[in-house]
């Protein structure tokens, strides 16, 4: 069956932590992808990336990074936090148009 | 402080009726449609697509109907059971394979 797992499930981080969250898959896929979810908002794109080592902004990146070392990797860093991102942020994968989501990690930031 | 969100559409109906969710898209050049379903606790899960090419497709128990003239998307699901209550998020494709999501109906299945 396959995969894409995000490392935790609920977290909880101060304002001003540096945060990561993780993302795996295990389907060789190339394109991967961080979302996040606010009720009412549907699904907004945050960063995205087609390659190891390739990242193109998504349309809300402000206070976030992304790192793709490994083609089964993609992590989301929030540099500083604040708790306008506390969020569900779910992570995807995709083979041309099917995508593949993560169970979501919920951050608060308090 | 803190913020307050939107409030996310919601349809109810009871179990054993059809429901039909719909969803305008936005883009014209958009040529594939997916519809996802999302379980509390659970990332999103595909449900059904459409290509741009078709206005109708049917799956099991699910059909989804394509009107491109008005750029408007509809779910209809068969003898709607307990289990279907989640959040239905419609997709397009920008032709570039990212989707574009739109905000989300909450199913409530009544017993």
């Known amino acids: 069956d396959v995969k894409v797992t995000q490392s935790s499930r609920y977290l909880v981080k101060r304002t001003g932590e540096k945060v990561f969250l993780e993302c795996v898959q295990d389907?060789?896929?190339?394109?991967m992808f961080w979302y996040r979810q606010d009720p009412g908002l549907g699904l907004r794109l945050i960063y995205f990336?087609?390659?190891?080592?390739?990242?193109e902004k998504g349309d809300i990146p402000e206070g976030y990074s992304v790192s793709r070392e490994k083609k089964e990797r993609f992590s989301l860093i929030l540099e500083s936090a604040s708790t306008n991102q506390t969020s569900m942020y779910l992570c995807?994968?995709?083979?041309?148009?099917?995508?593949?989501f993560g169970s979501g990690t919920r951050l608060t930031v308090v | 402080g803190e913020s307050v969100g939107l409030h996310l559409p919601t349809l109810s109906v009871q179990e054993g009726d059809n429901s039909i969710i719909n969803c305008a898209y936005s883009?014209?050049?958009?040529?594939?449609f997916i519809w996802y379903k999302q379980e509390s606790g659970k990332g999103p899960q595909f449900i059904i697509d459409?290509?741009?090419?078709?206005d109708k497709r049917q799956g099991q128990r699910v059909t989804v109907l394509l009107n491109k003239t008005v750029k408007h998307l509809s779910l209809q699901i068969a003898a709607t059971q307990p289990g279907d209550s989640a959040v239905y998020f419609c997709?397009?494709?920008?032709?570039?394979?990212?989707?574009?999501f739109g905000t989300g109906t909450l199913l409530a299945v009544q017993p």
């Open positions: 990336s087609y390659d190891v080592k390739m990242k």
């Open positions: 389907m060789d896929h190339e394109n």
């Open positions: 883009n014209s050049a958009s040529d594939y």
């Open positions: 459409i290509r741009s090419n078709m």
């Open positions: 997709a397009e494709n920008d032709a570039t394979n990212k989707l574009i």
């Open positions: 995807a994968s995709s083979l041309l148009e099917l995508y593949t």
